[in-house]
DNA sequence: CAGACATAGTACGACAGACGTAGTACGCCA
DNA sequence: TGGCGTACTACGTCTGTCGTACTATGTCTG
């Protein structure tokens, strides 16, 4: 099976995290679960990748954090949120329209099999 | 028009780079020239990136350089040419079929409209 | 009871590809 | 004479990704 280098995603990373954002606001550990079972296991975000994605996207106010139970009961115990902003949903949906050109541009480069 | 942020492509330089070779052996000018023709202006490869590319993809021997009249009545002038090797060929069937799983996930993720 | 594994991160440094800027050199055309 | 097209090269910077490592808690299992 073909495993994706996560290099060829990037400029995408940001854009698939905000995809998960942009149904409910979710959590490190649980967005890079989402992440590989969407993608069938064929797509694993590294923990250092994701994190600085959180960070970076959080300075340019397209998500911000919040700190939440782990436990709905109430252990105690807390987890750092992070919930899609206005502005998030707009450079998502950049993002979006982006993509949509970039796939045509790099197919009209890549060969293509027909009938799949 | 949405414009294309190379970064998004990064990863896949090469590979369009390769399939402009793939075709036949050219030179950095003729290959940038091709690659804005191709992708309907949408997409122009930096200088500095393409030659760049040429290093390295030659370092790989995905490519082998040699030199040739610019123009083929000779006034002297030459021009560095490449050409895709065995290894290039295979490397390309590599990134084309890994594109088609890139593309599958990202899809996976992000908004896709319909009938369009 | 020890060790592995899942959860939930943080810190730090390295690397590679893309990019900005600049410079060279030649020919052509206005 | 100066700008544009052609055909590069050099050098340094930036950014996102990744490797490695470390903390801390809880659960499961042999």
Known sequence: MVEISSDVIRGYNDTIILSILMKEPSYGYGISRQIKEISDGKYAIKETTLYSAFTRMEKNRYIESFTADEDPKGNGKKRTYYRITDEGRTYYGTKCEEWDVTREVIEKFIAQ????
Do not use: A, T
């Open 113 to 116: 099999k027909e009938g799949e």
